[in-house]
T-cell receptor
């Protein structure tokens, strides 16, 4: 049973560019959340998707957007990249709002 | 919003000793408190969690205690082993109690020396 899978594992982009990160949730999970983890910090909540809609959002600018597909997979898009967007981006899935979050291994984004 | 403080930031113990990590939270509406272990190059892995209607929970060598009045919770690892070495994060559910919107502490780097 595959867990949460994310692609790519590593990515290098230039300031001002746009990036798309992808996530497939654990089998049986229909809710996906995205977190940003800066070096040496705990993960920070970006947003959550359920039934193809953004349900909750953390304190992140509109440059961060997402999408959930009918098969429950999800994408995170970041426009106009800044150096400060360099971080590990984590996807987490869960069965319902009372179930624990299961994290993937993340995508390491470096903005130069 | 919710704020979670975690101490200590680093912890070094001898194999077989116990390790304790403490966290405090600010939002009295939070009702779900998970602990995650993160190894180098990997995502956080849930090791134990507790809800606000429970004061203590154990799973083999790991236990978590919660004091809702004082708004603090702790992770206890007994008989530590070198493979317990990792970064540990506490978290609390955001306002409204949704499990999705977790606020994390800054982490504790635990080193278990053989």
């Amino acid at each position: 049973d595959a867990g949460v899978t994310q692609s790519p594992t590593h990515l290098i982009k230039t300031r001002g560019q746009q990036v798309t990160l992808r996530c497939s949730p654990k089998s049986g999970h229909d809710t996906v959340s995205w977190y940003q983890q800066a070096l040496g910090q705990g993960p920070q909540f970006i947003f959550q998707y359920y039934e193809e809609e953004e349900r909750q959002r953390g304190n992140f600018p509109d440059r961060f957007s997402g999408h959930q597909f009918p098969n429950y997979s999800s994408e995170l898009n970041v426009n106009a990249l800044l150096l400060g967007d360099s971080a590990l981006y984590l996807c987490a899935s869960s069965r319902d709002h009372n179930a624990p979050l299961h994290f993937g291994n993340g995508t390491r984004l470096t903005v130069t | 919003g919710e704020n979670v403080e975690q101490h200590p930031s680093t912890l070094s113990v001898q194999e077989g000793d116990s390790a304790v990590i403490k966290c405090t939270y600010s939002d009295s509406a939070s009702n779900y408190f998970p602990w995650y272990k993160q190894e180098l190059g990997k995502g956080p892995q849930l090791i134990i969690d507790i809800r606000s209607n429970v004061g203590e929970k154990k799973d083999q060598r790991i236990a978590v205690t919660l004091n809702k009045t004082a708004k603090h919770f702790s992770l206890h690892i007994t008989e530590t082993q070198p493979e317990d070495s990792a970064v540990y994060f506490c978290a609390a559910s955001g306002s409204g109690g949704s499990n999705y919107k977790l606020t994390f502490g800054k982490g504790t780097l635990l080193t278990v020396n053989p």
